[in-house]
C-alpha cells in the first residue's frame, strides 16, 4: 500500500503489518529481512518508512495505573490522545508531551520527544521507569537507566533502530485542573525575545511563535506564551468540575490546497495579521489549545499541497543560540520563503545518544518541498554545522549523513551499540540508510 507520514513526502509503497500479539510480532520479525516500526506517522518525513512497516497500532492496551505514584504501564501502540481521554478526567497529565496528540508511546519513546517544559522537565525519556524492546533475535528484553542502560540510552531517540518497542511505563504528572494559567509577552526582536526566555525561565511551560519574516530591527520579533498547570484555587470558582472540559469536534481541513496558493506573499500576510492579533495579557486555556493548537484541524497538513513539505528543525548551543538564530533568520528571511509556522523553544540540559535536544535554544519552521526551499536547507544547515548544532530526525527527510555526524557526536558510539543489538541489521528506515546509520 500507498504510505506517507505527516509532510506528505515521501510516499513509498510498503507491505504494512499489523500485528495484534508478541507472538504475531515475533513470526513477523523473524521472516523478514528488514523492517521499521511505526506508530501513528506524525514524524515528518521518512523515519518510520521503509519497504516492510510494522505498524504497532493493535498494540492498544493499558495494562496497569498505579494511583499513589501515577506510573502507567501501556503497550507501545497507545497514543497520548488515549491517554489524555482517560487521564486528565482523573487529574493526571502526560510528562512531556509533543505539540500533536497523536503520536503514540512507542513513536514518542524512539523520538525521545520535547515538550515546551524540556528546559524544566528534560525529554520523554527522562519520566521512563522501564521499555520493553523485542530484538531482532525475537528476544523481548527489558531496559531502563539501571538495567541493560546502554540499550536504554540507544533506544530512547534510537528512532526505532534497535528494535520494537513493546510495552513501556513511566510517570504522569498530577494535576488540579485540565487549564492553564497562560501569559502572552510581546517582543519587538530576537533579542528582546531570548531576554523573555530568559527571565521566564521559572515558568514550566514556554514557546515562542516567530514572525519569520520581519527583517532588520523587527527581527526575530514573537510572541511568547507562557504557561502553568491551573490550580483548583485559581480556577475552581469558575467551573463545577475543572478537571472535565468539552470534547470539541476536529474540523477537517476537506482537500490539498493547490500548490499556488501559498506563496511568500500569502505567508507574509499571514504572519502580519498573526502578529498583529496577539496581545500581551494573562487568561486560562483549556490544555488543548494550549498545548495542542494545529489538532483543532485534522489533516492541516493537506494545507502545503501534494508537494508535501517539511518541518525545518534545528538547536544551536546556549553559547551560540543568539549570533546563529540571528545569522540563520537572516537567511530565511533573504530568501523569501517564509514559514507558517516558526516555533521557538528553550532547552535545559538532555542525556542519549541520538536524542535532539542539548542545552540552548531550538528553531522548527515548516517549508514546502521544492527546489528553492531544498537549497536554502542546504545553505543553513553549513550554518547550523558551524555554529555546532543540529537538525531533528524525527522531521527530517533530506539531511546528509556528513550534516547527520556533524551534528550527533556520539553516532559513533550509537552505532555500535546498534551493531551489538542488532547484529543482523534487522530494523533501518529510509532514513537510517540515506544518514549511514
Ligand atoms: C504537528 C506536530 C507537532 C510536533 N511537535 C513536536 C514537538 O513539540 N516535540 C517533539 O519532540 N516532536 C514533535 N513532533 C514529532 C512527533 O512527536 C514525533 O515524530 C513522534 O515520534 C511521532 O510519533 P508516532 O507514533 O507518530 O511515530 P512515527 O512517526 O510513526 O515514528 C517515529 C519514529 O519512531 C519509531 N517508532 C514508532 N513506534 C515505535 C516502536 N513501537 N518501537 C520502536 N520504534 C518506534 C519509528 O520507527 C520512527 O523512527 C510533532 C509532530 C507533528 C506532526
Avoid at 548551543?317 to 507558517?340: D, H, M, N
Wanted: proline fraction near 3%; charge should be positive.
Amino acid at each position: 500500500m500507498k504510505i506517507t507520514n505527516w509532510g506528505n513526502y515521501p510516499v513509498v509503497d510498503a507491505a504494512v503489518h499489523s500485528p495484534e500479539s508478541v507472538d504475531e510480532l515475533k513470526k513477523i520479525v523473524s521472516s523478514h529481512p528488514e523492517m521499521i516500526a511505526r506508530g501513528l506517522g506524525r514524524c515528518y518525513g521518512d523515519s518510520s518508512l521503509n519497504y516492510t512497516i510494522v505498524s504497532t497500532l493493535r498494540f492498544n492496551h493499558l495494562l496497569a495505573f498505579d494511583e499513589q505514584t501515577g506510573i502507567i504501564i501501556c503497550e507501545s501502540g497507545v497514543s497520548f490522545s488515549e491517554l489524555l481521554e482517560i487521564f486528565v478526567p482523573r487529574g493526571w497529565f502526560l510528562p512531556v508531551t509533543p505539540g500533536t496528540k497523536f503520536v503514540t508511546v512507542g513513536g514518542a519513546i524512539a523520538s525521545d520527544v520535547h515538550g515546551k517544559n524540556h528546559h524544566i522537565a528534560g525529554s520523554f525519556s527522562n519520566h521512563l521507569e522501564w521499555v520493553k524492546i523485542l530484538l531482532g533475535d525475537g528476544s523481548i528484553v527489558q531496559c531502563s537507566k539501571d538495567e541493560n542502560s546502554d540499550l536504554f540510552w540507544s533506544t530512547c531517540g534510537g528512532m526505532g533502530l534497535t528494535g520494537i518497542i513493546v510495552e513501556a511505563s513511566f510517570k504522569m504528572l498530577k494535576i488540579e485542573t485540565a487549564y492553564i494559567r497562560q501569559r502572552v509577552i510581546k517582543t519587538k526582536n530576537l533579542d528582546e525575545t531570548i531576554e523573555a526566555f530568559e527571565a521566564n525561565k521559572y515558568w514550566t511551560y514556554s514557546v515562542a511563535w516567530i514572525d519569520c519574516l520581519a527583517k532588520g530591527n523587527s527581527l526575530g520579533r514573537s510572541a511568547l506564551i507562557l504557561g502553568e498547570h491551573a490550580t483548583k484555587n485559581e480556577v475552581g470558582y469558575r467551573y463545577r468540575n475543572p478537571l472535565k472540559i468539552e470534547k470539541r469536534m476536529s474540523i477537517p481541513f476537506p482537500f490539498f490546497l493547490p500548490n499556488f496558493v501559498l506563496n511568500s506573499q500569502t505567508v507574509k500576510i499571514f504572519n502580519e495579521i498573526r502578529y498583529s492579533a496577539y496581545v500581551s495579557k494573562d487568561s486560562f486555556v483549556e490544555y488543548e489549545p494550549f498545548f495542542y493548537p494545529l489538532d483543532v484541524i485534522s489533516h492541516w497538513n493537506r494545507m502545503y499541497g501534494k508537494r508535501g513539505f517539511t518541518q525545518y528543525q534545528f538547536v544551536l548551543p546556549k553559547e551560540s543560540s543568539k549570533e546563529g538564530l540571528k545569522k540563520l533568520l537572516t537567511k530565511i528571511t533573504e530568501s523569501g520563503e517564509g514559514s507558517f509556522l516558526a516555533v521557538l523553544k528553550l532547552f535545559g540540559k538532555q542525556e542519549g545518544l541520538l536524542s535532539f535536544p542539548r542545552e540552548g535554544f531550538t528553531l522548527a519552521l515548516d517549508f514546502v518541498i521544492s527546489p528553492t526551499t531544498l537549497k536554502l536547507f542546504n545553505e543553513l544547515d553549513i550554518l547550523v554545522n558551524e555554529y555546532g548544532g543540529r537538525l531533528y530526525l524525527s522531521k527530517d527527510v533530506r539531511m546528509t549523513k556528513d550534516v547527520f555526524e556533524k551534528g550527533y557526536s556520539n553516532f559513533n558510539k550509537f552505532s555500535n551499540l546498534k551493531k551489538k543489538y542488532d547484529v543482523q541489521q534487522k530494523f533501518q528506515s529510509l532514513q537510517s540508510k540515506r544518514i549511514g546509520i
